[in-house]
């Protein structure tokens, strides 16, 4: 707010005369009450001219900050240090680091196809019920043997592929064995202990009946399989964290 000098003037002249007043009911002379008014007035003078200072190099300031160019925020680290907010701070340190690439990347105006691609993640996200079949199925697959591929649905294991020499034939294992079980597959998810080398495993969940997968990822070719999914409308998490177990 700007500094008003006669408003300001104003309601010093009323409190010094509301002070005056006292200090004559208690008996003080006038020579020592204009002694202490020229005091006072002296420091209001002072403070004034201290108040227009701070006014004008604020405003001198603003204006070298509106020309200073900003540093270019390209990284989550960027992000979190261009926190001003102590409290909002607190909040965003505690965000997974995935979200806050995205939501960098939203802020930069990226599309969401284009994060999806540059993070390798669907573009499709798993609904509240897919997430809890994942989490089931992926504290399955973590305690199988390699290689090793779990099917569930509403938290129920419909089946597990286990211990083979190729990942494709693990999963086919799981819907022979889900079917021999008249286990309906549509609707379920598929958790993977290690990555998918190429889009053949996610193309024959899809085809029967998954919507869901969870897996490590970590392949050269893991945007085969997100570009599969994207195509399919499927949706798949990568946690980072591979489970081999031989």
Known sequence: MAYNKAK????????????????????VDESTIET?????????????????????????LEGVADDTP?????????????????QLYQVLIKVDKLTLQIALLKMQGYSTRE?????????????????EDLLFANKIVKHSKSNAIVLAKNRQLCASG????????????????????????QGAVMASD?????????????????????QPGGSVR???????????????VMTGIRHFKH
């Open 70 to 86: 900003q540093p270019e925020i390209k990284t989550v680290e960027d992000f979190l240090d261009s926190i001003e907010n102590q």
């Open 36 to 60: 202490l008014r020229t005091h006072d007035w002296a420091i209001f003078n002072s403070d004034r001219r201290y108040y227009q200072r701070m006014q004008e190099a604020g405003t001198y």
């Open 8 to 27: 300001e003037e104003k309601k010093w002249r009323l409190w010094k005369e509301a002070e005056e007043k006292q200090l004559r009911k208690l008996g």
């Open 115 to 131: 994060i999806a691609h540059s993070l390798n993640i669907t573009e499709k996200a798993v609904t509240p019920a897919e997430v």
């Open 222 to 236: 893991d945007n085969d399989s997100v570009e599969y999914c994207d195509k399919n409308g499927m949706a798949m």
């Open 194 to 214: 290690a990555f998918f080398p190429f889009a053949d495993c996610v193309e024959i969940a899809h085809e029967a009946g998954v919507t869901a997968v969870i």
């Open 162 to 185: 286990i211990g083979q020499t190729s990942r494709v034939d693990a999963l086919r294992q799981a819907i022979e064995k889900a079917r021999s079980f008249d286990f309906d597959l």
